[in-house]
């Protein structure tokens, strides 16, 4: 069962345009949500995350959009930079209910950025 | 080292050997997790460590896995008799809050049973 969806394993923009990223999930239960960006041989590396209670967040060319009753994220890149390409996750937890703080992912997306 | 850092980097291993995969946290970090990336798949949660103990073992796929943490720092995954569907890659991260929002991912142990 998975509760968090990339449905789009891969995009591809031209430098300078936006990038948008989508996620869904099935959990009413999340209420902590992340964006990681993962290039290849490293560890995933934090990007920007959103909580329950906010509907965006922004975090220089990165905003990230909540919307709560479609169970829906998305992450916007805007200028999109070569240096952007990379694979990106989402990623949900429980947050304050939650007595780990375990992060279930999505599949992935991975961002081509053309020069 | 100011991150998280994994060992092996890389571990190609025979079907029925036991492996251990070490993980070096940040220092301070009171929560540990180990996650596993499947090829083509997401991120998924194996085990969730805070201090010592390890409250949340509900990722690991069989008894065949086990880990340990030893001072609140060092952890080892341990897999033993190894199958070809443990090939993944092994990531480790860690957290200063019991929460875990915030976690610091090391570089991953690539490991493939042949």
């Known amino acids: 069962d998975q509760q968090v969806k990339q449905n789009s394993p891969s995009l591809s923009v031209q430098e300078g345009r936006i990038s948008i990223l989508n996620c869904d999930y099935t959990n009413s239960m999340f209420d902590y949500f992340l964006w990681y960006k993962k290039y290849p041989a490293e560890g995933p590396t934090f990007l920007i995350s959103i909580s329950s209670i906010k509907d965006k967040n922004e975090d220089g060319r990165f905003t990230v959009f909540l919307n709560k009753s479609a169970k829906h994220l998305s992450l916007h890149i805007v200028p999109s930079q070569p240096g952007d390409s990379a694979v990106y996750f989402c990623a949900a937890s429980a947050g304050v209910r939650s007595n780990t703080g375990k992060l279930i992912f999505g599949q992935g997306t991975t961002l081509q950025v053309k020069p | 080292g100011a991150g998280v850092s994994q060992s092996p980097s890389n571990k190609v291993t025979e079907k029925g050997k036991d492996v251990e995969l070490r993980c070096d946290p940040i220092?301070?970090?009171?929560?540990l997790y180990w996650y596993r990336q499947s090829l083509g798949q997401g991120l998924e949660f194996l085990i969730y460590?805070?201090?010592?103990?390890?409250?949340?073992k509900s990722g690991l796929p069989s008894d065949r896995f086990s880990a340990e943490r030893t001072g609140g720092s060092v952890s080892t995954l341990t897999i033993q008799r190894t199958q070809q569907e443990d090939s993944a890659v092994y990531l480790c991260?860690?957290?200063?809050?019991?929460?875990?929002?915030?976690?610091?991912f090391g570089p991953g142990t690539r490991l493939t049973v042949l």
């Open positions: 220092s301070g970090h009171t929560a």
């Open positions: 991260a860690s957290s200063p809050d019991r929460r875990g929002n915030e976690q610091f």
């Open positions: 460590f805070q201090g010592n103990s390890a409250p949340d």
